[in-house]
């Protein structure tokens, strides 16, 4: 059986008083369920991550970055290596999100080192895929799912594996209050978790957890998450509000 994971990225949100307050309202709201019966996790701008850690320190709910560079260390002006995330309390990092892909200009190439040089620094990375819209509506949802699966898993072993979480963000559906329809994800789970057991083993692939992210709210929680292949959620803007985001939480168990 695969645990539910429900992890709030924050992106470019909060300020140092609100990022502890959120987080702790999360760790009071989901008290007897993170850790036991699902994953949170909560992933803040990187000033905040340090008292964020601190103050959600024995709550069960982990921490992530946003994002990671994959050099170890030193003439990269701005970035932020897998250690210092290491050193600072995260277990996560998200590799790859879109708005890394289209809004910063990563390449698929660029994602594959990050998360290769998580899994080195000891992070468990969340690989990002999803099409956008007019990849949809020309039908190559699942030739840009599979190169960024491809690419962003590039030189990884089974064994490597079992700490990747993939996760659907179909940037359509991101920010947008247009979700895909549970079936639409579905369909692109599903075929995540076909491509996994093609390029590792059926039992890698059974494994695996596949979140589904994009306008995630309380209110379709539970239908997303009834879904056979989805097995958590990464959830953007409803996870700045405490309430709402332990809801979801408590809809994915
Ligand atoms: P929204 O939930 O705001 O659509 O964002 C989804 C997302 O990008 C999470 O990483």
């Excluded at 050099?71 to 590799?95: H, Q, R, W």
């Excluded at 390029?199 to 929680?221: H, P, R």
């Excluded at 409803?238 to 709402?244: F, P, T």
Aim: with cysteine; proline share 3%; charged share 20%.
């Amino acid at each position: 059986m695969r645990k539910p994971f429900v992890a709030g990225n924050w992106k470019e949100n909060t300020d140092s008083r609100s990022s502890v307050e959120l987080a702790k309202a999360v760790a009071t709201g989901s008290a007897g369920l993170a850790k036991e019966k699902v994953t949170v996790a909560v992933i803040p701008p990187f000033v905040y991550l340090q008292s964020v850690v601190q103050a959600i320190r024995s709550s069960g709910i982990a921490v992530g970055g946003q994002d990671v560079y994959f050099e170890p260390k030193g003439a990269f002006t701005g970035e932020i290596s897998p250690a210092m995330l290491k050193d600072v309390g995260c277990n996560y990092v998200l590799c790859g999100h879109s708005e890394r892909r289209h809004v910063l200009c990563e390449s698929d190439e660029m994602v594959g080192k990050k998360v290769t040089a998580a899994l080195s620094g000891g992070l468990m990375p969340i690989l990002c895929v999803g099409e956008l819209l007019d990849e949809r509506d020309g039908g190559r949802t699942e030739q840009v799912v599979a190169r960024h699966m491809k690419t962003g898993l590039a030189g990884l072993s089974a064994d490597k594996m079992s700490a990747v979480t993939i996760a659907y963000e179909p940037v359509w559906a991101i920010g947008t209050g247009r979700t895909a329809t549970p079936q639409q994800a579905q369909e692109v789970h599903g075929f995540i978790r076909k491509l996994l057991a093609e390029m590792y083993n059926a039992k890698l692939a059974q494994e695996t957890q596949i979140l589904y992210g994009g306008s995630v709210k309380a209110d379709n929680a539970k239908e997303l998450m009834a879904q056979e292949d989805v097995d958590g959620l990464l959830v953007g803007g409803a996870s700045l509000k405490a309430d709402e985001f332990v809801r979801i939480i408590q809809a994915a168990v």
